[in-house]
């Protein structure tokens, strides 16, 4: 079945301790993405992933980082989480780099830093 | 910059009832426009999505959408809402290498 997965899907964990998100995607697919989700402002990109080893910042990359070493992977890293980065977080992949693909979407992981 | 604007946070529907979930884009170029939706605890799939062509969109499940360029809209409707619509719906404009979303719109149909 082809699938975007996330682990963990719930994560509670306390200032400073650094963790990791990982999504990875059994299509095939050169784009990857993070997104983060709070309520009242949708969902805002944080990283994406053009292909292998190419990565960029969204529009909120403040506090974390990512890695491509492999196209079928792409974790989500959080050095020093801190309050403010609670949040729903959704992982993205689509075909190609252009934007009229459909993207396919993790089921999400709900982080809680304390 | 593309930018999204959906119109109504939350929009209660009886079943059966039309539902018009409202979308106003922005773009510099033309736009590429996606709906997606989100059940509960579940991840976004897509509903539907205008490149170019028609501007009458179908989607799944019965849902449709019209890109109207002179109204820099794209509303999203279904003739007859069922319980199992319930769900957060999202429009979204296609911005360079990201998808640029609204901030959402929970759709509660009443029995």
């Known amino acids: 079945e082809a699938q975007v997965t996330q682990n963990p899907r719930y994560l509670i964990t306390v200032t400073g301790k650094k963790l990791t998100v990982t999504c990875s995607q059994n299509m095939n697919h050169e784009y990857m993405s993070w997104y983060r989700q709070d309520p009242g402002l949708g969902l805002r990109q944080i990283y994406y992933?053009?292909?292998?080893?190419?990565?960029d910042k969204g529009d909120v990359p403040e506090g974390y980082k990512v890695s491509r070493k492999e196209k079928r992977n792409f974790p989500l890293i959080l050095e020093s989480p801190s309050p403010n980065q609670t949040s729903l977080y959704f992982c993205a992949s689509s075909l190609g780099a252009t934007f009229y693909n459909e993207q396919f979407f993790g089921p999400g992981t709900r982080l809680t830093v304390l | 910059a593309q930018s999204v604007t959906q119109l109504g946070s939350h929009v209660s529907v009886s079943e059966g009832a039309l539902v018009l979930l409202r979308c106003n884009y922005s773009?510099?170029?033309?736009?590429?426009l996606f709906w997606y939706v989100q059940y509960p605890n579940q991840g976004l799939q897509l509903l539907l999505k205008y490149t170019t062509g028609a501007t009458l969109v179908k989607g799944i499940n019965g849902f449709e959408a019209e890109f109207k360029k002179s109204e820099t809209s794209f509303h999203l409707t279904k003739p007859s809402a069922h319980m199992s619509d319930a769900a957060e719906y999202f429009c979204a404009v296609s911005g360079g290498n990201k998808l640029i979303f609204g901030t959402g719109t929970l759709l509660a149909v009443q029995p």
């Open positions: 992933s053009m292909n292998v080893e190419v990565t």
């Open positions: 773009s510099s170029v033309p736009p590429y």
